[in-house]
Nanobody, 124 residues
Framework: QVQLVESGGGLVQAGGSLRLSCAAS????????VGWFRQAPEKEREWIAV????????ANADSVKGRFTISRDNAKNTVYLQMNSLKPEDTAVYYC?????????????????WGQGTQVTVSS
């Protein structure tokens, strides 16, 4: 099992930036893909991005493409989500999740371990 702790959320004005971090401990984190999801009030959890075990392959949802970048530093057991050009509709609780495979898709069921989430609020 992997323990995940997100940080870096907060309140930001529209057009601003935030960088979320997902720090991991436990099973060999560097061998597995990691994804970011978000959930806004009264909405379903939405997949945002995923990064492969080496960091060499990434994918983003269309809603954040060109604005959000996922990356990882396996030496630090940390995955990042750089969020630029934030919009009010990006307001949500953001979760990182570790898969049990070296690559994963957008389905929440593909991810085994989840963090507790960090709140991101974008004001207009």
């Amino acid at each position: 099992q992997v323990q995940l702790v997100e940080s870096g959320g907060g309140l930001v004005q529209a057009g601003g930036s935030l960088r979320l971090s997902c720090a991991a401990s436990g099973r060999t984190f560097k061998e597995y893909a990691v994804g970011w999801f978000r959930q806004a009030p009264e909405k379903e959890r939405e997949w945002i991005a995923v990064i492969s075990w080496t960091g060499g392959t990434t994918a983003n949802a269309d809603s954040v493409k060109g604005r959000f970048t996922i990356s990882r530093d396996n030496a630090k057991n940390t995955v990042y989500l750089q969020m630029n050009s934030l919009k009010p509709e990006d307001t949500a609780v953001y979760y990182c999740a570790a898969a049990a495979t070296r690559w994963a898709g957008r389905g929440a069921s593909e991810y085994r371990d989840w963090g507790q989430g960090t709140q991101v609020t974008v004001s207009s």
